[in-house]
């Protein structure tokens, strides 16, 4: 009878273990959801998370992982499965920045999807309509008294004299795809006694001193889905020659993912097809100059336009 009982003791002991090891097995790990380290990230990281969790679907938080060299590896070595990109740095990522199809919209979006999905394996899910490039910004009530709304005004004015300083980052100053692309499109040339370059040079800090008129400043480097732009009534100036890249936000998956949920695209494709620039700028200021928290913006957004029913 003890034999028997240790028997049957580790018979139920071994029945347990395969169905405890059958359970887990059943249960795929969730959806691992990043973004970069910044407010926009926040922004659309929680805005995925949300609409996936509401759809029934597992996800796990991993936002605000880093920088963009960080998340991209993540996502490339398969310690994250979902995360918001910009189709702009799918030049840097491809060694192709040089080629002016990444200045088209629609264009520079299928080649960072083509190639991805060829080299890696990753799909671009469809990208917003807005468009997170550098611009340069003036104060509206300067910019209109001066009759400046685009970049070809802006050189006009230079090139007749008019006073103008501009305050960026070294990096905006320094690198081919920053100040000197304007330049060299529109056809002017700022001296160093026109440049405030700011230590950082954050777009906040660049927006304000604009806005205050610090050391004579009338113009900045910003981003087009600045919230800053909003909240200081700065406006960014047209580049009709398409001197930047576009930099269109969209969410990149890994190709696995997708195919065991591809209910993925169709739950985000109304979420970044709402996304303009006027409304990035507005959410972005909510979080960046109201001091809202990101998740709760991003809920309130999709609530309003009915994202998450």
């Known amino acids: 009878m003890e034999q028997d009982w240790r028997l049957t003791r580790r018979a139920l002991l071994s029945a347990f273990g395969s169905a405890c090891a059958s359970s887990l097995k059943a249960q795929p790990r969730p959806i691992i959801v990043s973004a970069k380290l910044d407010i926009e990230g926040a922004l659309l990281g929680h805005m995925i998370l ?5 759809a029934g679907l597992a996800v ?32 840097f990522f491809f060694n192709d920045d040089t080629d002016p199809i990444w200045r088209n919209a ?7 999807a083509q190639r991805d999905l060829i080299r890696n ?8 309509p807005a468009d997170n490039n550098w611009v340069i910004a003036m104060p509206r009530a ?17 090139q007749a004299d008019g006073p103008i300083k501009l305050a960026a980052s070294a ?7 920053g100040l000197p692309a304007f330049e060299e499109a529109y056809g002017f040339k700022l001296t160093a006694t026109q440049l405030l370059v700011l230590s950082g040079g954050e777009t906040s ?14 113009a900045a480097m910003a981003y087009g889905t600045d919230g800053a732009l909003v909240a200081l009534n700065l ?13 269109a936000p969209a969410p990149v998956v890994r190709e696995s993912v997708l195919a065991r949920y591809p209910q993925i695209a169709d739950l985000l494709a109304p979420v970044f097809a709402g996304l303009d620039l006027p409304t990035l700028r507005g959410l972005n200021a909510k979080i960046a100059v109201d001091g809202e928290d990101a998740g709760r913006v991003a809920n309130a957004y999709l609530t309003a336009q009915s994202l998450l029913n």
């Open 50 to 54: 949300s609409v996936l969790s509401h």
């Open 142 to 158: 300067f910019a209109a008294s001066l009759r400046v709304t685009s970049l070809d005004d802006l050189a006009r004015w230079v």
């Open 205 to 218: 800090a660049t927006c304000k001193a604009a806005a205050d008129g610090i050391s004579g400043v009338n």
């Open 235 to 247: 406006i960014a100036l047209d580049d009709s020659k398409h001197a930047q890249p576009v930099y």
């Open 60 to 91: 796990e938080d991993r936002l605000l992982l880093g920088p963009t060299a960080i998340v991209r590896q993540a996502l490339l070595s398969g310690a994250i499965d979902l995360y918001p990109e910009y189709t702009g740095n799918a030049a």
């Open 121 to 128: 394996r990753l799909v671009w899910l469809k990208p917003a």
């Open 106 to 112: 629609k264009a520079g979006y299928e080649r960072a």
């Open 171 to 177: 990096e905006f100053v320094e690198s081919a795809a």
